[in-house]
């Protein structure tokens, strides 16, 4: 069954607002006291280095606790889903279709963001922009793609551990 709660879209909307602008404000911040106040001593610039590490390290750690739980429900499904899996009540979607195109699309973007990292070491900037400009056409491809496919999956988040 579906739930429906009065203002959900509009706290998920002011939500998105309220991380946006404490993300442009903040990174307008960092960006004004390194180039024009001088502000980013050694010091500084050690502790911004050692938070995106310890970013990287806690993204880290999530997927590895996703692909735990996948891999725990996938191998050894428990009898609430029938014992099986994909769950007994589960159409499930063809890898070769979309979720292939996704891959590609995404692999794509990788190597695409790689020539526009490269081009920037060696200072060819139009390859660099080119390469970056490629890079967010398979991003949004992606992303459009990821919002069809949830949008028309036979099951749902609320289907169970299959579905989320």
Not at 7 to 36: K, N, Q, S
Request: aromatic share 18%; glycine share 10%.
């Amino acid at each position: 069954s579906h739930y429906h709660h009065q203002g959900g879209g509009e706290l998920l909307c002011l939500g998105v607002i309220t991380i946006l602008y404490v993300m442009f404000t903040w990174w307008r911040d960092i960006i004004r006291e390194a180039l024009f106040e001088g502000q980013h001593t050694l010091a500084v610039q050690k502790g911004l280095r050692m938070g995106m590490i310890l970013f990287i390290v806690s993204e880290v750690m999530f997927f590895f606790a996703f692909f735990w739980a996948f891999f725990t429900s996938s191998i050894s499904p428990v009898f609430n889903i029938g014992g099986v899996w994909p769950p007994t009540h589960i159409v499930a979607i063809s890898p070769w279709g979309l979720p292939f195109l996704n891959t590609v699309l995404l692999l794509s973007s990788g190597a695409s963001v790689t020539w526009a990292h490269h081009a920037i070491i060696a200072g060819f900037k139009k390859e660099a922009m080119l390469g970056l400009y490629v890079t967010l056409i398979f991003a949004i491809a992606f992303t459009g793609m990821q919002a069809f496919e949830y949008a028309n999956a036979p099951f749902s988040m609320s289907d169970g551990v299959y579905g989320s």
